[in-house]
T-cell receptor, first 112, second 113 residues
Framework: KQEVTQIPAALSVPEGENLVLNCSFT??????LQWFRQDPGKGLTSLLL?????REQTSGRLNASLDKSSGRSTLYIAASQPGDSATYLC???????????FGRGTSLIVHP | GAVVSQHPSRVICKSGTSVKIECRSL??????MFWYRQFPKQSLMLMAT?????????EQGVEKDKFLINHASLTLSTLTVTSAHPEDSSFYIC?????????FGPGTRLTVT
């Protein structure tokens, strides 16, 4: 059974810092890994999707990497801004279905 | 991009009543729809998987008689929480999938008083 762990659980940083959020998974036989953003009381916004054959994806100030063999992914946020404050969820899809397994998320606060 | 809507976005109901939540894929036909539940500071947990025209498949520990799922068409699935109790208060998110991707709805906050 796939298990997804996100570290740290919470993070508070001053504006402008570069951040790294970590995600690890126990079963390396994955189809893809996805990073989401969730604002308080809101649904999910997909940030980056990395297919199993890829090693990284970039979108603006976000870069996500994937190392399947070690069961790890990182989300790198450059030059953080207060608007980046949210919970970031990592989800891994494996097992032949479209059912991702989610981590508990990292709650990020970027203060001015 | 593909859009999935949920209605209502927030609902407060009294204990013992039933609540229906709708999930619609607005610009595509979804072969499968999923329902998730998220308690505070917890990860999303899959409740059930539904395919149009067939019975939903429930995850272990989810009561199928309490959480009724109807998938009437390729663009609409409903989740009915029957005889709701305060412990059912949660954030419910649906997602709809095509053959290649899954799209998430904005979620419904259910509060049972």
């Amino acid at each position: 059974k796939q298990e997804v762990t996100q570290i740290p659980a919470a993070l508070s940083v001053p504006e402008g810092e570069n951040l790294v959020l970590n995600c690890s998974f126990t079963d390396s036989a994955i189809y893809n890994l996805q990073w989401f953003r969730q604002d308080p009381g809101k649904g999910l916004t997909s940030l980056l999707l990395i297919q199993s054959s890829q090693r990284e994806q970039t979108s603006g100030r976000l870069n996500a990497s994937l190392d399947k063999s070690s069961g790890r992914s990182t989300l790198y946020i450059a030059a953080s801004q207060p608007g980046d404050s949210a919970t970031y969820l990592c989800a891994v899809e494996s097992g032949g279905s479209y059912i991702p397994t989610f981590g508990r998320g990292t709650s990020l606060i970027v203060h001015p | 991009g593909a859009v999935v809507s949920q209605h209502p976005s927030r609902v407060i109901c009294k204990s013992g009543t039933s609540v229906k939540i709708e999930c619609r894929s607005l610009d595509f036909q979804a072969t499968t729809m999923f329902w998730y539940r998220q308690f505070p500071k917890q990860s999303l947990m899959l409740m059930a998987t539904s395919n149009e025209g067939s019975k939903a498949t429930y995850e272990q520990g989810v009561e199928k008689d309490k959480f009724l799922i109807n998938h009437a068409s390729l663009t609409l699935s409903t989740l009915t929480v029957t005889s709701a109790h305060p412990e059912d208060s949660s954030f419910y998110i649906c997602s709809a999938s095509t053959d290649t991707e899954q799209y998430f709805g904005p979620g419904t906050r259910l509060t049972v008083t």
